[in-house]
């Protein structure tokens, strides 16, 4: 009897110490769907133009499987407990990307105007950065509380990533919004990366200044304000957001960009006036904003009435624009099933059709069950970075990982919110599926703190080492 429960505490400490499930194998099997589904995709959309199998079939699936595999063996290697569903999610959405540029990429129409043909090689080339930086990110960063050394550090960088666009000769404006830079003949997107660094410095601030936000505050109409020496930080974030959207005409950066604040701050003080405090000032901003800047009111144009602004751009008036209105049919031509891979129309949206209006190819050709699932799978990412958030032990790590998880639903949100005519459009781009590089390899780097974060939270506590001085205090104890 006392052998057996000898054995029975002995198993137990193991499981306490090394034996935690860490789920590596599980990520392994998603890992081969992620990379099945995409080729499976990629065949049948050869199929469909061409009546053969497409040639690059082959090395299309070996180069996806072949960057799903490194990506697999740095997290095994490197966070053995993180979160098993991230980097399969991430693939998945990254490879069903590349399979609607590379069927953008066979249009003749989209060729004749420069706008594909070498998009899907070049998406891989991008895609296999954001994997090394990934990589990067799983070695280099051992501990995300170390991040937290840098919160003043990551607002300047942040700042300087989302002036960078306005300086003379290295700001780009593309069609109307001046968010990106050219470097060496590449043009990025530098607020893709600001996002990451900004949620490192609200992190970080909210950490420090989370009692005073909560706790010292008068009440106005209904709702609580903190003291004007806390409220301060908050009053400039909503000012760098307003003058982002006037200089950049940049709609999308702007509202993600104080979205990820106000969600960051609710969590933090667990107080719903934030909220609403939130939606007021961005809602202020924005309407103020749209009543003087024109590209801003053409795009609430194009919202309002699509159908006007087509046929205005159709019969040659400058300053309209066809795209909404061709999305909203590419929706209604895929019905609930979709007209199947590559037998859309797509195209006719014309330059924008495989970065801001990716969504509208799938929608055509996968149908409302398509886009459901794709949906799915973007709030399985937000899904498992909250589950993270709460599993983490440190209230930086909670924070971090409610920020960068809120980012990424604000910008699938403003995105498919867009293209869909929910709201405005925004000119972003939807995150792993479309053609862009900095888009990509920002998201890489993003789940990879995420990854991070979980396997620190999700890391066994070590078994507590046997205290001798205790066992003497017993011995001497009399009985």
């Known amino acids: 009897m006392s052998s057996t429960s000898h054995t029975s505490t002995h198993h137990t400490s193991t499981i306490g110490s090394i034996g935690a499930p860490s789920r590596r194998n599980t990520e392994l099997g998603l890992l081969v769907f992620a990379v099945v589904i995409p080729v499976f995709a990629?065949?049948?959309?050869?199929?469909?133009?061409?009546?053969?199998?497409?040639?690059?079939l082959l090395g299309y699936g070996l180069g996806l499987g072949l960057l799903a595999g490194i990506g697999h063996l740095a997290v095994r290697k490197f966070a053995p407990y993180a979160d098993p569903l991230m980097l399969p999610l991430a693939t998945l959405l990254n490879g069903l990307g590349l399979v609607a540029i590379?069927?953008?990429?066979?249009?003749?129409?989209?060729?004749?105007?420069?706008?594909?043909?070498?998009?899907?090689?070049?998406?891989?080339?991008?895609?296999?950065?954001?994997?090394?930086?990934?990589?990067?990110?799983?070695?280099?960063?051992?501990?995300?509380?170390?991040?937290?050394?840098?919160?003043?550090?990551?607002?300047?960088?942040?700042?300087?990533?989302?002036?960078?666009?306005?300086?003379?000769g290295?700001?780009?404006?593309i069609y109307g919004a001046k968010i990106w830079i050219s470097v060496a003949g590449f043009t990025i997107q530098p607020g893709e990366f600001a996002k990451i660094a900004l949620a490192v410095f609200f992190a970080g601030y909210l950490m420090v200044k989370r009692d005073?936000?909560?706790?010292?505050?008068?009440?106005?109409?209904?709702?609580?304000?903190?003291?004007?020496?806390?409220?301060?930080?908050?009053?400039?974030?909503?000012?760098?957001?307003?003058?982002?959207?006037?200089?950049?005409?940049?709609?999308?950066?702007?509202?993600?960009f104080f979205g990820m604040f106000v969600i960051m701050l609710y969590v933090a003080t667990e107080r719903t006036s934030w909220i609403v405090f939130g939606l007021l000032m961005s809602a202020v901003g924005a309407v103020g904003v749209a009543s003087f800047e024109p590209h801003i009111q053409q795009r609430v144009d194009a919202w309002l009435d699509p159908m006007r602004e087509y046929t205005l751009s159709r019969a040659g008036v400058d300053g309209h624009s066809e795209q909404a209105m061709?999305?909203?049919?590419?929706?209604?031509?895929?019905?609930?099933?979709?007209?199947?891979?590559?037998?859309?129309?797509?195209?006719?949206?014309?330059?924008?059709?495989?970065?801001?209006?990716?969504?509208?190819?799938?929608?055509?050709?996968?149908?409302?069950?398509?886009?459901?699932?794709?949906?799915l799978i973007y709030?399985?990412?937000?899904?498992?970075?909250?589950?993270?958030?709460?599993?983490?032990?440190?209230?930086?790590?909670?924070?971090?990982?409610?920020?960068?998880?809120?980012?990424?639903?604000l910008q699938v949100f403003v995105v498919a919110g867009g293209v869909m005519g929910l709201?405005?459009?925004?000119?972003?781009?939807?995150?792993?599926?479309?053609?862009?590089?900095?888009?990509?390899?920002?998201?890489?780097?993003?789940?990879?703190?995420?990854?991070?974060?979980?396997?620190?939270?999700?890391?066994?506590?070590?078994?507590?080492?046997?205290?001798?001085?205790?066992?003497?205090?017993?011995?001497?104890?009399?009985?």
């Open 423 to 479: 709201i405005p459009l925004t000119g972003m781009t939807m995150p792993f599926l479309a053609s862009g590089g900095s888009s990509v390899i920002a998201n890489w780097a993003l789940i990879g703190i995420l990854i991070r974060i979980s396997d620190t939270a999700r890391r066994p506590a070590p078994t507590p080492a046997p205290n001798p001085d205790a066992e003497m205090t017993q011995v001497v104890r009399p009985s």
């Open 379 to 409: 709030a399985l990412i937000v899904e498992r970075g909250m589950r993270t958030a709460l599993a983490a032990r440190d209230p930086f790590g909670k924070l971090l990982a409610v920020g960068l998880s809120g980012a990424f639903a």
């Open 326 to 375: 061709q999305a909203l049919w590419a929706f209604g031509s895929g019905g609930t099933m979709g007209t199947g891979w590559g037998q859309g129309h797509s195209e006719l949206i014309r330059f924008a059709a495989n970065s801001d209006f990716i969504l509208a190819t799938f929608g055509e050709e996968l149908g409302l069950a398509g886009v459901m699932a794709i949906l």
């Open 212 to 256: 005073a936000l909560a706790l010292a505050s008068r009440r106005f109409m209904g709702l609580y304000l903190p003291r004007g020496r806390d409220l301060g930080p908050i009053l400039v974030v909503w000012v760098m957001s307003i003058l982002i959207l006037v200089f950049e005409t940049d709609l999308g950066t702007s509202l993600l």
């Open 42 to 56: 990629y065949a049948n959309v050869g199929l469909a133009l061409n009546d053969e199998v497409p040639a690059g």
């Open 102 to 168: 590379w069927r953008l990429d066979q249009s003749e129409l989209l060729q004749s105007i420069n706008q594909a043909g070498s998009a899907a090689p070049r998406q891989l080339l991008y895609t296999a950065m954001g994997l090394a930086l990934f990589i990067v990110v799983l070695i280099f960063l051992k501990d995300h509380r170390v991040l937290q050394r840098y919160t003043y550090i990551s607002m300047v960088s942040a700042l300087v990533l989302l002036l960078l666009p306005l300086v003379p």
């Open 170 to 173: 290295l700001g780009k404006n």
